[in-house]
């Protein structure tokens, strides 16, 4: 893989961070009053029938409608009858998708939305979600999933799409804001907000998937779970997401990866589920000392810590845990700090690969990308150590959408739609 063809941004960019204005979430009566279809699984939508004196196979029906069929309101599910979505609506249901409210087009092609919930907690607040057709930015994930359900999808297969990409990924969030205040991070800057609900997580891609009317079956999509928040810190949440999302939606668990900074107990927990997409660790230094500097959750849980808990997982043939590795200028980009990059992955003893990524800029945060040269001699010193290791490509930055760079910000110019 190459290094970016856009140069290393060293200024952090102009922009004033009095234009993101935040609207904290206060629970309160103006709250939708409606309960949401969205986000219930097959089973919960028999029950829901059963409890109106209905045949399970509606459950079914309007599983199809919600999952597959994509829609918004009651009206468009035609499979069911007037009556029927008349008593939804009289026992206060709907459809309750959440709903993509602004968007930003990238010179790149990559687009970043924000996504507004409209359940009990959805309020005004918005979280982002980012599309990246041909995704290089999963490219990494994308590269070793020629096993099982990818081979179905070989490039010769996947039918170019009216937008004219064959694969994309789609980075999504999991929380508004973010609790752990990882130093380089613009997430970080918002503070921890709210959990985001399983409708609200898995939402984000049916709206995205949707706006490109993207069809599963023809197209290869993948899922990076790396958006705004820490999945771990929202578990039971995000893995009904995971579940609504390969159970209803139709996405294979492989074509999914989900990242944490080091949840320990969510590695553990995670480690027991029998159907899991893949596992990438936000290490990002050589060592704890710089690791804590940068990373305040390390005090909790040490580099040792997450690994063993990483080890805990019972990895499948050729699947391999991802090591993020965010390059900061000066900090973690030396070539001392890919030597004990090294010596830490070899004592690690996982089937581990890096995927290093140079440090994206935000207004606020005073550090500085990677030239370029150190960037790839990172690189090639892990390879020449036998450790796999690739460059994302930063994707958006021109729109904020670029990773760590997700903050709710509505600079940039708004697509036109
Ligand atoms: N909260 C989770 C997932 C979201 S962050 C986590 O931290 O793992 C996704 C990735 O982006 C993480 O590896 C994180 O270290 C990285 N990241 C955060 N801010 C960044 C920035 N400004 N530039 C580059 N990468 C960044
Ligand atoms: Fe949260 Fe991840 Fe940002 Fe750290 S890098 S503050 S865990 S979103």
């Given at each position: ?68 069929q ?96 064959k ?87 492989p ?43 390390n ?7 997450v ?22 200028g ?43 040269d ?28 670029a ?14 739609s």
């Open positions: 893989m190459v290094y970016p063809q856009s140069p290393p941004v060293t200024q952090t960019p102009a922009q004033s961070e009095d234009l993101v204005t935040l609207t904290s979430f206060v629970p309160g009566p103006e709250q939708s009053a409606q309960r949401q279809l969205f986000g219930l699984d097959t089973p919960a939508l028999i029950k829901l029938f059963g409890e109106l004196g209905e045949k399970p196979y509606r459950g079914k029906q309007l599983a199809e409608a919600l999952y597959r994509r829609v918004t309101h009651l009206d468009e599910i035609t499979t069911l009858p007037k009556a029927l979505r008349d008593k939804l609506a009289a026992a206060g249901w709907e459809v309750g998708r959440p709903r993509i409210a602004e968007s930003f087009k990238s010179i790149d092609g990559t687009e970043r939305y924000l996504v507004q919930g409209v359940g009990p907690i959805g309020s005004t607040q918005t979280v982002e979600t980012v599309w990246m057709p041909e995704g290089d930015d999963g490219a990494e994930y994308s590269s070793d999933l020629s096993d099982s359900e990818d081979e179905g999808l070989a490039e010769g297969r996947s039918a170019p799409t009216p937008g004219g990409w694969r994309a990924t789609i980075c999504v969030s999991s929380q508004i804001g973010c609790a752990v205040n990882c130093q380089f991070c613009l997430t970080a800057k918002l503070g921890m907000q709210r959990n985001l609900t399983p409708g609200e997580i898995a939402g984000q891609v049916v709206a995205v998937l949707e706006r490109h009317k993207v069809e599963l079956n023809k197209s290869r999509v993948n899922l990076v779970f790396m958006g705004m928040g820490e999945p771990f810190l929202n578990y039971d949440n995000f893995m009904s997401a995971v579940r609504i999302l390969m159970d209803e939606v139709g996405i294979a668990a074509r999914m990866t989900v990242s944490t900074s080091g949840i320990v107990p969510g590695i553990l927990r995670f480690a027991e589920e029998k159907v899991r997409p893949k596992l990438a660790i936000s290490l990002n230094a050589p060592n704890d000392a710089v690791r804590e500097s940068i990373m305040p959750i005090r909790k849980w040490n580099i040792a810590a690994l063993d808990a990483v080890r805990t997982i019972p990895f499948k043939t050729r699947e391999r845990v991802t090591f993020e590795y965010v390059m900061l000066g900090v973690t980009d030396q070539p001392e700090h890919a030597e004990e990059v090294i010596k830490l992955v070899r004592r690690a003893n996982l089937p581990a690969m890096i995927n290093l990524i140079a440090w994206n800029p935000g207004p606020g945060i005073a550090y500085n990308s990677p030239s370029a150190s960037v790839s001699r990172f690189q090639k010193q892990l390879m020449a150590a036998g450790i796999q290791t690739y460059i994302r490509r930063p994707r958006g930055r021109d729109i904020y959408a990773c760590g760079q997700l903050k709710r910000t509505t600079e940039a110019t708004p697509l036109a």
